[in-house]
């Protein structure tokens, strides 16, 4: 395809730098985005006096058939044009000739890839808000299911306190309305319009940028013609929300891996979201899980690379800066693409009540609880604390628990000890008695249950 930048150049560009410089594979995706803003693009040179009605006409129309043909496939994109820009523009003036040469006026590649990308990204946003928004659904599903599940808390993965699972879900619930409203925070700084930043200095046209940032439903424009084309800020901030997404559904998938394994045997998921293996034929593997936590690299990885190729950019736009869709794409990409096997998998999970509980009667979670209850008698916490280390030391030696340690035994170590003590340590009790604000109390947990259905619905 003949460079529309042809005429400085005596020679053609080699052929493996053609290629090495060519970004059409990569930058194809946001075509429709291009031609939009090319459209509000045209209008307002119109409205402005600067191209004739009958000329933005022309170039709209044309504009929208390429548009057609490239949605039905009438028209294939060519991979050997430079980029996605030029052969919008070049394909444009192959159809309605010389006045489609008028269309880059007061425009350059540079603000036009800034205002396509923020475009593009815009939308992306939306959508992996609303996988978000399906996964919060789906989990809280799972914590309703589970309000009366118990299993230990863990602190250093040892055994800690007793929990709900719906509390322990309602954590991953927390965070992912967190990436919600980060991604919201990132798109709302990243919806203004650089579209009339021109190369980098603006133009001498008597533009209207307003009118075509209003147009395409941004909230306004940028401030400075330098920074509208060479801020990328947008793409750093999204890919730091999408990396705190994957490290949240890593730890997620990390926790599930151990709950499916014989250790735990807390969940099970379904069969249409595990593997097998090719040799041993017991085995039932949390992959997806696994797969989740492994991408989660990939994202970081793409969130470095742009930070990296920006930090020694001097202004205003640097070829460096293609490198950014790229990385953008791929951190886009593999979250929708996590998110969507995520969501059925959690939807389709299987929880072992039983075996949560089993695992919360061991490990002595209600030690504190015995050391609260002596509080309640009038022993100082510290003091409390150790008599009950005490009594769980005893527990270990004698291989039982506090829940099975007869009522002398207690007595011997002090007289405060009541009948009521089994009571206080009754895992269920433990877990009622959290009443503070956001424990795992079941009028806290009720109200955490209803405060997600309010964000969910707003
Ligand atoms: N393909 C280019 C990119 O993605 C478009 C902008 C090119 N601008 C330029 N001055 N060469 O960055």
Same mark, same amino acid.
């Given at each position: 395809?003949?460079?529309?930048?042809?005429?400085?150049?005596?020679?053609?560009?080699?052929?493996?730098?053609?290629?090495?410089?060519?970004? #059409?594979?990569?930058?194809?995706?946001?075509?429709? =985005? +291009? &031609?939009?803003?090319?459209?509000?693009?045209?209008? *307002?040179? !119109?409205?402005?006096?600067?191209?004739?009605?009958?000329?933005?006409?022309? #170039?709209?129309?044309?504009?929208?058939?390429?548009? =057609? +043909? &490239?949605?039905?496939?009438?028209?294939?994109?060519? *991979?050997? !044009?430079?980029?996605?820009?030029?052969?919008?523009?070049?394909?444009?003036?192959?159809?309605?000739?010389?006045?489609?040469?008028?269309?880059?006026?007061?425009?350059?590649?540079?603000?036009?890839?800034?205002?396509?990308?923020?475009?593009?990204?815009?939308?992306?946003?939306?959508?992996?808000?609303?996988?978000?928004?399906?996964?919060?659904?789906?989990?809280?599903?799972?914590?309703?299911?589970?309000?009366?599940?118990?299993?230990?808390?863990?602190?250093?993965?040892?055994?800690?306190?007793?929990?709900?699972?719906?509390?322990?879900?309602?954590?991953?619930?927390?965070?992912?309305?967190?990436?919600?409203?980060?991604?919201?925070?990132?798109?709302?700084?990243?919806?203004?319009?650089?579209?009339?930043?021109?190369?980098?200095?603006?133009?001498?046209?008597?533009?209207?940028?307003?009118?075509?940032?209003?147009?395409?439903?941004?909230?306004?424009?940028?401030?400075?013609?330098?920074?509208?084309?060479?801020?990328?800020?947008?793409?750093?901030?999204?890919?730091?929300?999408?990396?705190?997404?994957?490290?949240?559904?890593?730890?997620?998938?990390?926790?599930?891996?151990?709950?499916?394994?014989?250790?735990?045997?807390?969940?099970?998921?379904?069969?249409?979201?595990?593997?097998?293996?090719?040799?041993?034929?017991?085995?039932?593997?949390?992959?997806?899980?696994?797969?989740?936590?492994?991408?989660?690299?990939?994202?970081?990885?793409?969130?470095?690379?742009?930070?990296?190729?920006?930090?020694?950019?001097?202004?205003?736009?640097?070829?460096?800066?293609?490198?950014?869709?790229?990385?953008?794409?791929?951190?886009?990409?593999?979250?929708?693409?996590?998110?969507?096997?995520?969501?059925?998998?959690?939807?389709?999970?299987?929880?072992?009540?039983?075996?949560?509980?089993?695992?919360?009667?061991?490990?002595?979670?209600?030690?504190?609880?015995?050391?609260?209850?002596?509080?309640?008698?009038?022993?100082?916490?510290?003091?409390?604390?150790?008599?009950?280390?005490?009594?769980?030391?005893?527990?270990?030696?004698?291989?039982?628990?506090?829940?099975?340690?007869?009522?002398?035994?207690?007595?011997?170590?002090?007289?405060?000890?009541?009948?009521?003590?089994?009571?206080?340590?009754?895992?269920?009790?433990?877990?009622?008695?959290?009443?503070?604000?956001?424990?795992?109390?079941?009028?806290?947990?009720?109200?955490?249950?209803?405060?997600?259905?309010?964000?969910?619905?707003?």
């Amino acid at each position: 395809m003949e460079k529309l930048w042809a005429g400085r150049f005596a020679k053609q560009a080699d052929k493996i730098a053609d290629d090495f410089n060519s970004s #059409i594979g990569v930058d194809c995706r946001m075509y429709q =985005q +291009d &031609i939009t803003g090319s459209m509000a693009h045209a209008a *307002m040179l !119109a409205a402005c006096g600067i191209l004739s009605p009958e000329d933005a006409e022309e #170039i709209t129309k044309g504009l929208e058939g390429i548009l =057609q +043909d &490239i949605n039905s496939g009438a028209l294939q994109l060519d *991979m050997t !044009a430079e980029d996605i820009h030029m052969f919008v523009e070049a394909e444009l003036t192959k159809r309605i000739g010389d006045t489609g040469k008028k269309l880059h006026t007061a425009r350059s590649r540079n603000d036009q890839v800034a205002l396509d990308l923020r475009m593009y990204l815009r939308e992306e946003c939306k959508a992996i808000e609303g996988l978000l928004k399906d996964l919060i659904r789906v989990v809280l599903k799972q914590a309703k299911e589970n309000i009366d599940a118990i299993l230990p808390g863990y602190t250093h993965l040892q055994r800690a306190q007793p929990i709900t699972f719906a509390q322990h879900l309602l954590a991953y619930i927390a965070m992912f309305q967190r990436d919600i409203q980060r991604l919201q925070d990132a798109s709302k700084r990243m919806n203004f319009s650089p579209l009339g930043s021109c190369a980098l200095a603006g133009t001498t046209y008597p533009t209207n940028r307003s009118m075509v940032a209003q147009a395409l439903g941004f909230d306004g424009i940028t401030s400075n013609s330098i920074d509208g084309v060479s801020d990328r800020d947008f793409c750093v901030e999204i890919l730091s929300a999408l990396s705190v997404i994957m490290m949240h559904l890593s730890r997620f998938s990390e926790e599930i891996i151990l709950w499916c394994s014989w250790e735990f045997r807390f969940v099970e998921l379904d069969d249409s979201y595990t593997t097998g293996s090719s040799i041993m034929p017991q085995k039932k593997n949390p992959d997806m899980a696994e797969l989740v936590r492994g991408k989660t690299g990939r994202v970081y990885g793409n969130l470095i690379a742009t930070l990296t190729m920006l930090k020694g950019l001097p202004l205003a736009y640097n070829k460096d800066m293609q490198e950014d869709k790229e990385a953008i794409f791929d951190g886009v990409d593999t979250v929708k693409q996590c998110l969507k096997v995520f969501i059925p998998m959690i939807d389709t999970m299987k929880t072992q009540k039983q075996a949560m509980y089993a695992a919360a009667q061991k490990g002595f979670i209600n030690a504190t609880d015995l050391a609260d209850y002596l509080v309640g008698k009038g022993l100082p916490f510290r003091s409390a604390y150790k008599l009950v280390g005490q009594l769980v030391a005893y527990c270990i030696q004698n291989n039982t628990v506090l829940e099975q340690l007869p009522y002398e035994e207690y007595q011997k170590q002090s007289s405060l000890f009541e009948q009521d003590l089994y009571n206080a340590i009754d895992l269920k009790q433990c877990v009622e008695k959290r009443i503070s604000q956001g424990g795992t109390g079941s009028s806290s947990v009720q109200q955490q249950i209803a405060q997600v259905e309010e964000f969910l619905k707003a």
